[in-house]
């Protein structure tokens, strides 16, 4: 069974520029998540959905980030317009569904460096 | 006072040790409580997790939740160079029903 797929891997940016991830979960899995994470430091939500449905974006800053996940499946993150402060990992993560002691399986994430 | 602590470390324990991980929880509601281990420039894994009070063993793996002191431990026996890794603790939320990790402890296997 396939992991979480997340593209690409790495991006270099400069600051103000647009940024998008892409995020493919685990096949029948549910929910979603969006995580940041810091040097030094555990991951952080951005965002959780259940299937097509954002059910938690209180960690989002709202004026440069937005997300998607149409028909349920796919994800996409982007980051308009990209500051110095936004570079650190950016991890996608999924579970069966939002039962809260299913395992949520994390992908490769997408180091994120604005210069 | 953050809601998930632990000691940032390093750890450092020879080979065959045991080694103790600890993370303290402010949500007194928190109901399953998860170690992750990340590799570094790798994305975290789960290795266990616990829901009840008391111990929970795993091969060389052994979780401890004590709700009452809001406190929960790892410890892994013999361990080995390759347990080398950063363990982050990660606690269920009763608000928000979401997972709210630690930073994490790095932990240094001597061989």
């Known amino acids: 069974e396939a992991g979480v797929v997340q593209s690409p891997r790495y991006k270099i940016i400069e600051k103000k520029q647009p940024v998008a991830f892409w995020c493919n979960p685990i096949?029948?899995?549910?929910?979603l998540y969006w995580y940041l994470q810091n040097l030094g430091q555990g991951p952080e939500l951005l965002i959780r959905y259940e299937n097509e449905e954002a059910v938690d974006d209180s960690q989002l800053p709202k004026d440069r980030f937005s997300a998607e996940r149409l028909k349920g499946v796919d994800s996409t993150l982007k980051i308009q317009p990209a500051e110095l402060g936004d570079s650190a990992v950016y991890l996608c993560a999924s579970s069966l569904d939002a039962d809260p002691y299913n395992e949520q399986f994390f992908g490769p994430g997408t180091r994120l460096t604005v210069l | 006072q953050k809601e998930v602590e632990q000691n940032s470390g390093p750890l450092s324990v020879p080979e065959g040790a045991i080694a103790s991980l600890n993370c303290t929880y402010s949500d007194r509601g928190s109901q399953s409580f998860f170690w992750y281990r990340q590799y570094s420039g790798k994305s975290p894994e789960l290795i266990m997790f616990?829901?009840?009070?008391g111990d929970k063993e795993d091969g060389r793996f052994t979780a401890q939740l004590n709700k009452a002191s809001q406190y929960v431990s790892l410890l892994i026996r013999d361990s080995q160079p390759s347990d080398s890794a950063t363990y982050l603790c990660a606690v269920r939320v009763e608000y928000g029903n979401k997972l709210v990790f630690g930073a994490g402890t790095i932990l240094r296997v001597k061989s």
């Open positions: 096949s029948g899995h549910n929910t």
């Open positions: 616990i829901y009840s009070n």
